[in-house]
């Protein structure tokens, strides 16, 4: 087992009214290793707030965050974390913005610049390592910045809807290429969107959050089979499809008001 979320939960209290608002309740959640489990949810549901905790950038409430059954405090390297706002540094070209992650990685420059080399392929993008991020085409610096996380060599990558802003082409080459990084790393990824043709083309196991309060609401395991072709059209898609589609309609139900 690698990551478990045991029964979290995270209360914010407003500034000015001191009322407390209860983002996340009773979260219960194991990622395995070598998983790629996706998180879906609407807006406002959590899903940030879940990958902070487990990031380390905040504390739960109530409940508990463990990676490999050690109970978490605070941020560390064996967490990576890629947000929408990928933040690359614009003053280092893309092999540099990699470097930088492996400076506690690597003793010389010499092999900070060849591991560097090595996630840039990985990521397909060789050629680019001389360009600058304001240089770099649509797209292309969520590769780099995808690249920089897995270069610190965590044990989870956290993605958070890292793909959200991009136009349906570049985010499905997107999510082909982060299969593919996937199954030649083994890394245990948790990614998080709205989408649920995301959550089912890239998690082998989709997660769906309800809203107010944030909570799972059920998974659902994916075998789409070998990847030969696009899976986006065929009839098992079309079924995974309906019931992440039946789990977050039922949040929606739940609450829908009762006729009298
Ligand atoms: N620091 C904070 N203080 C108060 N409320 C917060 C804070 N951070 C988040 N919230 C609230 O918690 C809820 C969950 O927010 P969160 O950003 O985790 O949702 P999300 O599922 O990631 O949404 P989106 O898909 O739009 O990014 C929202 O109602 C949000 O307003």
Not at 87 to 100: D, G, H, Q, V, Y
Not at 232 to 259: C, I, M, N, T
Request: hydrophobic share 40%; charged share 25%.
């Amino acid at each position: 087992m690698k990551l478990r979320i045991q029964g979290v939960g995270k209360e914010f209290t407003g500034r000015d009214t001191q009322r407390s608002f209860t983002a996340l309740d009773d979260v219960n959640l194991d990622v395995r290793a070598g998983e790629f489990l996706t998180l879906v949810g609407p807006s406002g549901c959590g899903k940030s707030t879940l990958l902070d905790l487990i990031a380390g950038l905040a504390a739960p409430t109530t409940g508990r965050i463990l990676l490999d059954g050690i109970p978490l405090e605070g941020p560390g390297l064996d967490r990576g974390i890629v947000l929408q706002q990928y933040a690359l540094f614009p003053w280092r070209t893309a092999l540099s913005n990699i470097e930088f992650a492996l400076e506690g990685r690597a003793a010389t420059r010499r092999e900070r610049t060849d591991l560097a080399r090595g996630y840039l392929d990985l990521v397909g993008l060789g050629e680019f390592g001389d360009r600058y991020p304001h240089e770099l085409p649509l797209g292309v610096p969520q590769r780099v910045a995808v690249a920089r996380s897995l270069a610190a060599d965590p044990a989870v990558l956290l993605l958070d809807e890292p793909f959200a802003a991009l136009d349906a082409g570049t985010r499905e080459s997107l999510q082909e290429e982060l299969v593919r990084i996937w199954e030649r790393t083994g890394t245990t990824l948790l990614f998080t969107t709205r989408s649920i043709d995301e959550a089912v083309y890239l998690g082998r196991r989709v997660a769906v959050m309800a809203s107010r309060p944030g909570r799972i609401q059920g998974a659902v395991e994916v075998d789409l089979g070998p990847r030969e072709g696009d899976p986006r059209g065929g009839s098992r898609f079309g079924e995974y499809r309906h019931e992440v589609w039946k789990l977050l309609r039922s949040d929606v139900d739940q609450k829908a008001p009762v006729a009298s």
